[in-house]
Every structure is written in structure tokens, then in C-alpha cells.
């Protein structure tokens, strides 16, 4: 049951440090999905708390997030929101080399191509969340080989004391995913959650 559960949101990226695409910008967009998935948690019952630095570095809000989280002791699951990006060689400029020499440098540009969602996980309660968020949220945002993926190497997931997932939000640099509805996307993730806890975890 959702009663008592206390879950954490974390707006990956401070502000102006994640990827962009699209005319958007890593944050602002992860905030406007954070707020959605706030109201609809709570709505369904659940204690949320958002946790957001936006003015800091981008080492210190991870620093700060992991800080902040590992401090509320009652915390049932944690949440960090993302979007990818992807990028390529669209095109060469002439230049000169460190030795003079006259050569060519790649300008890299958006990749609209990748598209689609995917949950990370580390710890085996984090990879049952991921397959309950992933169960909705990828049918809206489809596109990848791998729905879940286990990363020890994201220290969001390996330094939190509760149980946490990190969510991709699709590809900032495709349009479509880059149009999906904020609402949408919420309604996805918090669908996820009311699985886990009502039926996964009960």
C-alpha cells in the first residue's frame, strides 16, 4: 500500500549543466516532469519530497542530492530524473594542427536518430522499480534495446541508503521525445510506482 511511503525526486543536473537539444535544456525539463510527478504521488498518497540545487555546480548537486537524500531515514525509494542526448559528425572546418599543418575538424552536432526511454538500477529492489516504471514508461517513450540497465557506476545510485532508480526520459535531441508532454511522461513514471508498491511490493 501507498500509505507512509516517503518518496524522493531528484532533478538530475544542476541548472545549465545537463544535455540539450531541441531548443531545451537537461534541467528545466526534468523539473517540469518533477513537478507533475510530485502532484500525482501525492495525490495517490504518498509523502514526496523534491530535492533540487540548480545554482550549484553539477558535482555539488550530486554531492548535496546524495547528502540530502541519505538524511531523510524514512525515505522508501528514491527517483532521479534525466533525458539523454546524442550527438554526430555533422560536417568539417578547415584548421591548422599543433604543428601547422593544414587539416580537418569535425563539427559535432544533435543526432535526432536515438529515441526512447530507459530505467537504470544498481541493487535488485532498484531493478524490480525500474521493470515497474519501465513497464509504462517505455510503452509511451519506445526506441531502446534495453528497457533496464544495471549501472554500479552512477553514484546516485551507489551512494543513497534507500533503494533508488535513475529514469531517462527519452532523448532531448530527438523531437519526438522532446515533445512528449511533461504530464505524460509523470503520469507514466508515477504509474510505476503504485505497481511496485501495490503489487510488486506488497
Not at 537537461?26 to 516532469?33: D, G, K, L, N, S
Not at 538500477?121 to 522499480?129: D, E, L
Not at 533503494?163 to 508532454?181: K, M
Amino acid at each position: 500500500m501507498s500509505k507512509g511511503k516517503h518518496i524522493l525526486i531528484d532533478i538530475g543536473h544542476a541548472r545549465g549543466t545537463g544535455a540539450r537539444g531541441n531548443g531545451m535544456e537537461e534541467h528545466a525539463r526534468c523539473e517540469q516532469i518533477a513537478g507533475h510527478l510530485a502532484n500525482r504521488l501525492r495525490n495517490d498518497g504518498y509523502a514526496v519530497t523534491v530535492l533540487d540545487y540548480p545554482d550549484s555546480t553539477n558535482s555539488a548537486d550530486l554531492v548535496a542530492t546524495v547528502k540530502a537524500a541519505n538524511g531523510i531515514s524514512r525515505a522508501a525509494f528514491g527517483i532521479s530524473l534525466h533525458m539523454d542526448a546524442a550527438s554526430k559528425v555533422v560536417g568539417y572546418v578547415e584548421s591548422i594542427d599543433e604543428d601547422g599543418e593544414p587539416c580537418k575538424q569535425p563539427i559535432i552536432g544533435e543526432d535526432p536518430a536515438p529515441h526512447g526511454a530507459h530505467v537504470c538500477y544498481v541493487s535488485n529492489t532498484g531493478k524490480r522499480m525500474a521493470e515497474a516504471i519501465a513497464k509504462w514508461l517505455c510503452t509511451l517513450l519506445p526506441g531502446r534495446a534495453s528497457k533496464t540497465v544495471k549501472r554500479g557506476d552512477l553514484y546516485i545510485l551507489k551512494q543513497t541508503r534507500a533503494p533508488w532508480v535513475l529514469v531517462e526520459c527519452g532523448f532531448i535531441t530527438n523531437p519526438e521525445d522532446a515533445a512528449t508532454e511533461p504530464q505524460q511522461i509523470a503520469e507514466c513514471i508515477a504509474a510505476g510506482v503504485r505497481h511496485y508498491f501495490e503489487e510488486v511490493a506488497a
